[in-house]
């Protein structure tokens, strides 16, 4: 036990489930966690939705299919990862009211790239309904979407996963002994690295660099979004290789998670050249109605915490022609 004298300690069973005494079942401290992480991202991504033209609370119609979506690819990549886990011998797999069924997210197993291409899924058919623009909301969204997760990462503390390898650095996690993911035959006492917080601090500091370099170089038209995807997928592509409990599936000694990390940064490098080929200008509008372009020497208000550049306003301070397409009835043309 000398070992835990300097390390962190994780919490222990009682902090991830809370009681209600009027009620039968629990509220999981993880869906908390997740559902503040929501929140304070389509606050941010409504404010800078606005910003660009966007009518005030269409956030909440893109959120509906991002959120739903979202939590299914997030089961269906678990599942499809881990299918020891749901579909071996002896296994519940399809009684929703027996433990260990596909269906029972409750009992954890969401994996954040399912989640996220099930959310991209959702925002996109959010977009051809309201007629938004998908790549002006993916980038309101990017920097919020990376607030999100660090957040989330918090849930993954009081449920005592995504640990790396042992070590013996000052900041090693306490891992009760009874976890499944610890690997057999590792003595008590063992700590971990603690990858939810190497997570959490590498998408603190992407959301203030997309934020800088958004407002540096003006990223529009999905480039934001290619930032994200880059930066988000060069951090979980080292983590992913040091996580103790990786999907079961390889491909030449390398997990799948790992595979989805490097996709997504090649998917932003391809979004970001070709998105820049195809669009040097500025964007004109947040919907597909109002195609009158912003003035490029549009100032950007120093103020202002994220890299919104005042798409719709002009150089005196009077809103462009674009910034009344939102008052317009928007289509999908």
Not at 231 to 238: A, F, I, N, T
Not at 281 to 287: A, C, F, Q, R, T
Request: hydrophobic share 45%; net charge negative.
């Amino acid at each position: 036990m000398s070992s835990w004298v300097a390390s962190i300690p994780s919490p222990g069973p009682e902090w991830q489930e809370i009681p209600l005494p009027f009620w039968p079942y629990r509220i999981q401290v993880y869906a908390l966690v997740i559902l503040v992480g929501i929140i304070i991202a389509a606050a941010w991504t409504s404010r800078r939705l606005t910003k660009r033209g966007a009518e005030p609370g269409v956030i909440l119609d893109i959120l509906l299919w991002a959120v739903v979506l979202g939590i299914v690819g997030a089961r269906i990549y678990h599942v499809l990862t881990h299918p020891s886990d749901y579909f071996a011998a002896g296994h519940n797999t399809w009684n929703p009211f027996q433990p260990g069924s596909v269906w029972a997210i409750w009992e954890g197993g969401n994996a954040i790239f399912g989640s996220l291409i099930g959310g991209a899924v959702g925002v996109w058919i959010a977009c051809r309904i309201s007629g938004l623009r998908f790549w002006s909301v993916a980038d309101a969204l990017a920097p919020a979407l990376l607030l999100a997760q660090a957040i989330g990462r918090i849930g993954n503390y009081f449920n005592q996963e995504l640990f790396g390898l042992p070590t013996n650095l000052p900041w090693g996690l306490q891992i009760d002994a009874g976890n499944k993911a610890i690997p057999v035959g590792l003595p008590d006492g063992t700590l971990f690295q603690p990858l939810f917080l190497y997570e959490i601090i590498w998408n603190v500091i992407g959301v203030f660099v997309i934020v800088y370099l958004e407002r540096k170089f003006r990223l529009q038209w999905g480039k934001t979004l290619a930032v994200y995807l880059i930066w988000y997928g060069l951090g979980r592509s080292y983590l992913e290789s040091i996580r103790i409990d990786p999907s079961e599936f390889t491909f030449l000694g390398i997990p799948s998670n790992v595979w989805a990390a490097f996709a997504a940064v090649v998917l932003g490098v391809v979004i970001f050249v070709v998105q820049s080929r195809r669009h040097p200008g500025l964007e004109p509008s947040v919907y597909h109605t109002g195609r009158e372009w912003v003035r490029p020497d549009a100032e950007v208000d120093s103020d202002d915490t994220d890299s919104d550049d005042e798409d719709f306003v002009d150089g005196d301070g009077e809103p462009t022609a674009s910034a009344g397409a939102k008052a317009t009835s928007p289509s999908n043309g």
